[in-house]
């Protein structure tokens, strides 16, 4: 039996080989040469892992393009991005092709059949065969979420084949619908030997050419909660979203360190507040505070193969320059209103916004989140990471599932301000906290069960210094102006009770879609954003998506906005057609 198998493979057992990122030219090798032991095993991972990489500018392009907040830009003359932005997708179009998706779900499938192989055979351990399982296995169960967002009704796969080319037989791999394959996901995800980021010791977890692989892998534990999250079992969703919230009480169970309380939680940390913000795409890879942000990112390297992508799609100097921010991205920054350190100093423009998340080049628009250190006169100095999931988006998805299970105020406390904030009194009659130099025990706190439950005191008489009293929450933590509610719209304003509770959590899930826009654009995740909630709205609001796709090419003046609106007010053209030529 073969394998078809990048080179790289061979190098990782020893930890020696310096391009342990590099994708090479595929050579076919025996499986008896490439999973004799588990540090085989840990080679294939990496190698598979190596191989996604290739996939970061057509997943950023699809997630983004098809949107509302990127653009083609006035010089892009690549008619292919030009249709998936008017969502006019013609069959030769090669962004539309799932080939390079299944080339790395089927590594991954050759690769767990091998571990299965390699357990019954005793050349792994039942814990060394549950970590590595788990994480290939994860990772083709992201792969296929992608595949179900951009094409709807796929085929889903998991025994090894020979060659891609083995799917072209729909008669022997029939398309299963979006739905379905959410099911199918979640069983198999949920059955995975191991769903906790890696322990200490294990040999996949190691520095080489400078770059730890600790966040190298795919984070399970979130990856479910947007599989809940896409179902609508909003509990299960949090539940494993606030496991991940909470993590620094397992990497620091001391839980006295500024790392317990700043790990995952949206915590103040002054080399990421304010007009810092933009740290977190131009430190470099595993730098202490980003990492306090960061849950999953790959290294892109100027040595090793794959190349970063993002230069050619968004720089002006030395690359293609094809793509831009929107218009409607734009405005969306340009509409903030900051309070500053001052209250009532109302300062325009978000700081995640110009000179973070965008720039203007040579008097052009440039998408710059991740190409912030790139400099034209050192054109070969490419280094970069690939960011794909962080706290501020695993936050707001908790806050999205919250919301849709009753815990508005919770989901507007992490959304603005942050707990302590939101749940004194206080501060919410005031806009001004109370201080610590009083009585907290009955505030700053939810008061609710798990997965909703959050301490945030911080008082001096008696003292706490609990877990999430440092939370800023995620329009806090840039210094901008809560977002209010219209409380007379949907509560009793003598009881305080809530009058109508489905409006307000629409009311509130935009709200939340709007922060996704401001803090997460072009990140590579507002298509899947934006056909959640309108899979979820479709029966009580069929133009969600038509409207807000349409409302770019509005923004720029551009005559294409009826067309596109009346495309996707069909719920067949949400998804691209599945064709395998």
């Known amino acids: 039996m073969k394998i078809l198998f990048p080179g790289l493979v061979l190098c990782i057992s020893l930890f020696s080989c310096n391009k342990i990122f590099d ?35 057509r997943l950023v392009i699809l997630n983004e393009l098809r949107a509302d907040l990127v653009d083609v830009t006035q010089t892009t ?32 499938n050759d690769a767990l059949a091998n571990f299965d192989i390699m357990l019954r055979d005793k050349r792994m351990t039942v814990n060394e065969y549950g970590l590595r399982y788990s994480t290939v296995g994860a990772l083709r169960s992201w792969l296929y979420l992608q595949l ?18 083995d799917l072209k037989d729909q008669s022997k791999f029939p398309l299963v619908t979006f739905d379905e394959l959410l099911d199918k996901l979640v069983s198999f995800t949920e059955g995975l030997p191991n769903k906790l980021p890696f322990p200490s ?13 600790e966040k190298f892998f795919i984070n399970i534990k979130c990856f479910l909660g947007d599989l809940y999250l896409w179902k609508g079992n909003y509990s299960q969703a949090a539940l494993n979203y606030q496991y991940i919230m909470n993590y620094g009480d397992i990497l620091y169970p001391a839980k006295n360190s ?19 913000w933009r740290n977190i795409f131009s430190q470099p890879y595993g730098e202490r505070y980003s990492n306090y942000e960061i849950i999953w990112n790959l290294p892109f390297d100027k040595n090793f193969d794959p190349q970063n992508p993002f230069i050619d799609l968004f720089d002006n100097t030395k690359g293609k320059y094809l793509l831009k921010p929107s218009e409607l991205a734009i405005k969306n920054w340009n509409d ?93 009659a005031t806009g001004v906290s109370g201080g610590e130099g009083r009585n907290v025990t009955d505030i700053e706190q939810t008061f609710d069960i798990p997965p909703y439950d959050f301490d945030a005191r911080d008082g001096n008489y008696p003292q706490y210094r609990n877990t999430w009293y440092r939370n800023t929450g995620i329009r806090g933590r840039v210094t901008l102006k809560p977002e ?29 879609l709007a922060e996704d826009a401001l803090e997460l654009a072009f990140e590579g995740n507002r298509w899947a954003d934006l056909l959640r909630v309108a899979l979820r709205r479709q029966a009580s609001d069929p133009a969600y998506l038509a409207n807000k796709v349409a409302a770019k090419f509005e923004a720029a003046n551009d005559g294409q906005a009826g067309a596109v609106r009346s495309k996707l007010m069909d719920k067949q053209n949400w998804y691209l057609p599945f064709r395998w030529e």
């Not at 994708?23 to 996604?52: C, M, N, S, W």
């Not at 690549?78 to 390079?100: C, F, G, I, M, W």
């Not at 209010?484 to 939340?512: C, P, W």
Request: with cysteine.
């Open 201 to 213: 010791g294990t040999s996949l977890l190691t520095t080489v050419d400078a770059y730890n692989t």
């Open 148 to 165: 179900g967002i951009q094409f709807g009704s796929i085929p889903y796969i998991t025994d090894p084949l020979v060659s891609v080319n």
């Open 258 to 276: 500024e790392q317990w309380y700043e790990t995952y939680k949206l915590a103040y940390t002054a080399n990421l507040y304010g007009g810092n």
């Open 23 to 57: 994708i090479k030219p595929e050579e076919t090798l025996d499986h008896e040469q490439t999973y004799r032991d588990v540090h085989d095993a840990d080679a294939a991972v990496v190698g598979i892992y190596g191989k996604f990489m290739t996939l970061a500018d």
């Open 336 to 428: 903030q209103v900051r309070t500053g350190d001052a209250v009532g100093n109302n300062t325009p423009v978000d700081l995640r916004g110009p000179g973070a998340s965008w720039k203007m080049s040579s008097s052009q628009p440039v998408i710059n989140k991740f190409t912030s250190n790139f400099n034209p006169l050192q054109p070969f100095e490419t280094n970069s990471k690939w960011i794909l999931y962080r706290a501020a988006m695993l936050h707001l998805r908790y806050a999205e599932a919250a919301n849709r299970d009753g815990r508005d105020k919770l989901a507007y406390a992490l959304l603005n301000a942050g707990i302590k904030n939101t749940y004194d009194p206080v501060y919410m």
């Open 77 to 108: 003359t690549d008619k292919y991005l030009q249709e998936l932005s008017t969502h006019s997708v013609t069959a030769d179009n090669p962004y539309a092709d799932p080939r390079p998706f299944y080339e790395v779900i089927l590594n991954c």
């Open 484 to 512: 209010r509610i219209d409380s007379a719209s949907y509560f009793d304003m003598s009881s305080k009770q809530v009058t109508d509770r489905n409006g307000l959590i629409l009311h509130m899930e935009d709200k939340l």
